[in-house]
């Protein structure tokens, strides 16, 4: 591919076809990429029907990089929305929004047909979103906003809900770790390693569901994690108590106020409630929603 050598093109279809090893017909299709091998269409349909996935992913990569028809684009693509894997639909999904809209829009109107019957993967949503919005149709914005408003039950989180699954773990945990805009690791612990300003992380996996996970990111005040948030509770006997919350239950709270003993109030007594904002910022003003899909995939594995 380097030396442009034009001839190699029979050599390197065969290669592609039949090479036992899946990182040498990876390579195989690049360098019919890079000599502008006039197959090129041919092997990228060929890349995309591999048993191994490296070699589709690098079929799709090339789909945007080479002169291939955008009729022939659309009809691979489509086949790999409808059958591969997560990941492969995402790149895929993608690589539409920047097709023709008059191509793309049957495609995309499919995937909202799913998305409305509930039939779709929830890690596709937010590239969904994305390959709509680049093909600036306004007919399908609408339609996909109508139907994500109808996905939880405040517009906040049925905005995040294509955070909810389809990231990568270990993206997430480089952004928990080093992350610097997010700066996790300063305020929360996991192992022997973190602050302490915030929860632990240990075992957070088995005890807060993946829409609670969202939640925390996006809107942290939503709901006190026990001992990190102060709460303002008014009985129908009209006393208040203002304090820690030490243990919420179904049924009641305990709340630890100055260095008075913990004091637990049934549920059934509280007239109001108000919870103070937590100190842990919104992470919906930090980090795209990608960022934090990745990073509620990568909590979602905590569970020891």
Known sequence: GKLQTDGAAPALMTTLKKDPVSEVRREALHALASIGAPQIGDAIAQALTD???????AGIDLLGKTA??????VKLLTTVINTKSSEEKQAALL???KLPVSLSQPVLEAQLNKMEKGSLSPDVYIELAEAIDSSKSTALAARYK???SKLATDDL???YAGSLYGGNPDRGQDIFYGGEAAQCIRCH?????GGNAGPRLNGIATRLTRPQLLEALVNPSARLSPGYGMVTITGKDGKSISGILQEETATSLKIK??????VVIAKEQVQKRVNAASS???MRYILNKKEIRDVVSFLATLKE
């Open 51 to 57: 048993k191994e996935k490296n070699v589709r992913v």
């Open 68 to 73: 291939v028809p955008a009729d022939l684009q």
């Open 95 to 97: 690589m539409l929004g």
């Open 146 to 148: 109508s139907i994500s």
């Open 157 to 159: 989180m049925a905005s």
């Open 189 to 193: 612990s996991y192992g022997d390693y």
């Open 257 to 262: 106020s100055g260095d008075d003993m913990p």
């Open 280 to 282: 842990m910022p919104e």
